[in-house]
């Protein structure tokens, strides 16, 4: 899905605060935020998990610079024999911790043994794809959620567990502290089949309300 037209749309029909958070936030940038390489968002999704984003976008430049074709090029994403072949002991001077490269190398074995969808997840339902992708150590719930809304586009995805979406709920929403699993279910009823824009849209706002905050 690229045009939100038809999404943001309806959204605006559905839910008067999501009318609100549109008018407040703007044109929708879910699109520019897509990465296609499925193998190289399923390591992004490890490096970036449980550390603030500044942080995760420095180790992620070191990362991929052991993977640059030449010595001192600019770096990239490693296909998943070279992630497999790499030493842990290179991973960890990146700036990995332990329990992060245990998760690459077993994100590396899934994908070279085809246990891993590679390639096929385009034909799966948003479930298959979770039970697949799950089954690597490190990958949750919540990085299968993210993987299907920032890899394969998928407009559907409600990500309850995540922080940013709950804050920006609670903003909208103008509640004092943060919904239950159930109130954001309930809720997000009316968002369907677009769930995942009304995600983008939340995240929207706080980081915007954020930003003012600090100014």
């Keep these: 899905m690229r045009n939100y037209g ?27 935020e897509l990465n296609a390489n499925q193998f190289g968002a399923l390591v992004d999704a490890i490096l970036y998990q449980q550390i603030s984003y500044r942080a995760a976008q420095s180790i ?9 074709k030449q010595p001192g090029g600019r770096g990239r994403p490693p296909r998943p024999p070279e992630l497999w072949a790499i030493s ?19 994100l590396a074995r899934h994908a070279a043994d ?27 719930a919540w990085t299968g959620h993210m993987f299907l809304m920032f890899c394969l586009g998928r407009p559907d ?11 920006g709920f609670r903003d909208a929403y103008g509640m004092k502290s943060l919904p239950a699993k159930r109130t954001l279910e309930k809720t997000a ?11 983008w849209y939340l995240w929207a706002l706080r980081r915007k309300r954020t930003a003012a905050r600090r100014a």
């Design 6 to 32: 038809r999404a943001i749309r309806h959204l605006k029909r559905a839910d008067p605060v999501l009318r609100r958070v549109v008018a407040e936030t703007g044109p929708c940038r879910l699109a520019k």
């Design 88 to 106: 842990p002991r290179k991973l960890r001077a990146a700036g990995l911790s332990r329990q992060k490269v245990k998760y690459l190398r077993d």
């Design 60 to 68: 992620s430049r070191r990362f991929q610079k052991l993977f640059a």
């Design 157 to 167: 995805v409600l990500p309850v567990g995540d922080f940013g979406f709950q804050c």
């Design 114 to 140: 085809g246990s891993l969808m590679l390639g096929r997840f385009g034909r799966m339902t948003d479930q298959e794809v979770l039970e697949n992708v799950t089954q690597v150590k490190g990958i949750g």
């Design 189 to 199: 009823e009316a968002w369907r089949p677009y769930r995942s824009v009304a995600t």
